[in-house]
């Protein structure tokens, strides 16, 4: 079957630092993806990963380990518009299908 | 950055009618489109594979002639929900898979502004 885990909830505060990690088993692997999501609204892509290691762009940077099943999502100086759900996705092989995780919902506190 | 439309925004109707979701890809062509369905405080459940020119592909568990899905052309598919229930009340979202073109990042999906349907 298809498992993909990330913590429910965080917290943490303006101009902190946070990790969001990703675990995930899937029936293939053809890529990862990070999602932000406001109440409400639509996802919109962060990052793609698809090669092992870190990308960076700007607050936000997305590491990928295939070997582990594992990615995380690192924000850095946090504001308090990025308490949002970060979902974390994977693209499995065929069809260019993509399954998603639950979400994590990060509080950003003053 | 790419785009991706959704008609309407907002549906409210009555049990047992049918409701039409559109799903467009403004400024690329979308040879795969995606419909997922989330439900509150919920992720995305994938409904179903929507491929140009060919049937879609459902998810398991997912009725496939309560939800028809059209996929008609690179950048439009469609989504009608049949004799609607309240329990199909939901926040549905459709994505466009981006192949990549010049000047765009590759190989991702971009997602319309979902759909709230209400079913009374």
């Known amino acids: 079957g298809q498992n993909i885990d990330q913590p429910t909830e965080m917290t943490a505060t303006e101009g902190a630092i946070v990790q969001i990690n990703c675990t995930y088993q899937?029936?293939?692997?053809?890529?990862l993806f990070w999602y932000q999501q406001h109440a409400g609204e639509a996802p919109t892509f962060l990052s793609y990963?698809?090669?092992?290691g870190l990308e960076e762009k700007g607050r936000f940077s997305s590491f990928l380990s295939r070997s582990k099943g594992y990615s995380y999502l690192l924000l850095k100086e946090l504001q308090m518009k990025d308490s949002a759900s970060y979902l974390c996705?994977?693209?499995?092989?065929?069809?260019?299908?993509?399954?998603f995780g639950a979400g994590t919902r990060l509080f950003v506190k003053a | 950055g790419a785009v991706v439309s959704q008609h309407p925004s907002w549906v409210i109707c009555k049990s047992g009618t049918s409701v039409k979701i559109e799903c467009r890809s403004l400024?690329?062509?979308?040879?795969?489109m995606f419909w997922y369905r989330q439900f509150p405080k919920q992720s995305l459940m994938l409904m179903a594979t929507?491929?140009?020119?060919?049937?879609?592909?459902?998810e398991q568990g997912v009725e496939k002639d309560k939800f028809l899905i059209n996929h008609a052309s690179l950048t439009l598919s469609t989504l009608t929900v049949t004799s609607a229930h309240p329990e199909d009340s939901s926040f549905y979202i459709c994505?466009?898979?981006?192949?990549?073109?010049?000047?765009?990042?590759?190989?991702?999906?971009?997602f319309g502004p979902g759909t709230r349907l209400l079913v009374l």
């Open positions: 929507s491929n140009e020119g060919s049937k879609a592909t459902y």
């Open positions: 400024d690329f062509q979308a040879t795969t």
């Open positions: 990963n698809v090669l092992d």
């Open positions: 996705a994977v693209r499995v092989t065929g069809g260019f299908k993509t399954i």
């Open positions: 899937t029936s293939g692997f053809n890529g």
């Open positions: 994505s466009a898979r981006d192949p990549g073109t010049s000047g765009r990042a590759i190989e991702t999906q971009y």
